[in-house]
């Protein structure tokens, strides 16, 4: 990613302002829980390590807090110097989604609808077809036994098979009064509802700045410290960004989920039905 210089250079003022505190990046990583890679990319002006918008706000924050600038002075700068970067935009407030976030997640449930609503008239029509051909044999069993032998005077007439050579009378007619079911409903494949949600549950075994997203509604961001938990449910999409992936652990509807990637990598992934059984484990 290009960043474009409008104003100043916030990733000079920050390494600057770090050596005269005489601190290392590695310092400053383990109390901010940033990876020194992004740390890094932002002393050189990098911010392709950066989540976007709050979320990668907070990481300039935390550094320029931890040398001793001013922190919302350091982010004006920020955004000042990269105003046309998806960093500097950021996200509105988190009482409101973003708007080309909410037109995307608009269009995957528009898109979700039609497909079950293509798929379930086809399968709504084969249910009731097979359940109307289903009560077929009971009407056939209700008819009286005379009915069913005019219906069927071939079944009872007799055959070299059914009377011997001797005359003698052929066995009862099994046959001819038991016609064959029809058992066209058997067997009848399942049909998968299309209500599924997916669950998730996190967990982090360091420090670890997490931001999660639920059907296109921002449902948190902070820091996740060891021993905490959060259990999040989706009907549609969930948006996760992680700040350190090696740091946090996750089961989908309640089995242990895959790793987000390596210790310190910058990670955001977007779960929906379609695509939860990439993030599981293969059986």
């Not at 350091?74 to 509105?92: K, S, Y």
């Not at 079911?181 to 700045?209: M, Y």
Request: overall charge neutral; some cysteine; charged content about 25%.
């Amino acid at each position: 990613m290009t960043a474009e210089r409008t104003a100043g250079d916030i990733g000079r003022k920050l390494r600057e302002a770090r050596e005269r505190k005489g601190v290392s990046l590695r310092q400053i990583a383990n109390s901010t829980k940033i990876a020194v890679a992004v740390l890094d990319g932002l002393e050189h002006n990098d911010i392709s390590k950066l989540p976007g918008g709050i979320f990668g706000r907070a990481f300039v924050r935390s550094f320029a807090a931890e040398v001793g600038l001013d922190p919302e002075a350091t982010i004006q700068e920020f955004i000042a110097q990269f105003r046309d970067e998806f960093v500097a935009v950021g996200h509105p407030p988190s009482d409101r989604i973003e708007d080309n976030e909410a037109l995307e997640s608009r269009r995957r449930t528009a898109r979700t609808f039609l497909g079950l609503l293509v798929l379930g008239i086809p399968a709504a029509a084969v249910i009731a077809y097979f359940g109307w051909i289903g009560r077929r044999p009971q009407a056939v069993a209700a008819v009286p036994e005379p009915a069913i032998a005019i219906a069927a005077p071939a079944a009872a007439a007799p055959s070299p098979q059914t009377v011997g050579d001797t005359g003698s009378p052929a066995p009862a007619r099994a046959d001819a009064a038991a016609p064959a079911p029809v058992r066209a409903n058997e067997p009848r494949a399942s049909v998968a509802s299309p209500g599924d949600r997916i669950v998730i549950t996190l967990a982090v075994t360091r420090d670890c700045w997490v931001s999660a997203t639920v059907d296109g509604r921002k449902e948190f961001e902070r820091l996740m410290k060891p021993g905490d938990e959060r259990s999040l449910e989706a009907r549609y999409e969930l948006a996760l960004s992680v700040g350190d992936a090696g740091a946090v652990t996750m089961t989908v509807n309640g089995v242990e989920a895959r790793p987000l990637g390596k210790s310190g990598q910058v990670v955001t992934v977007r779960l929906n039905p379609t695509n939860v059984n990439t993030y599981l484990p293969a059986r």
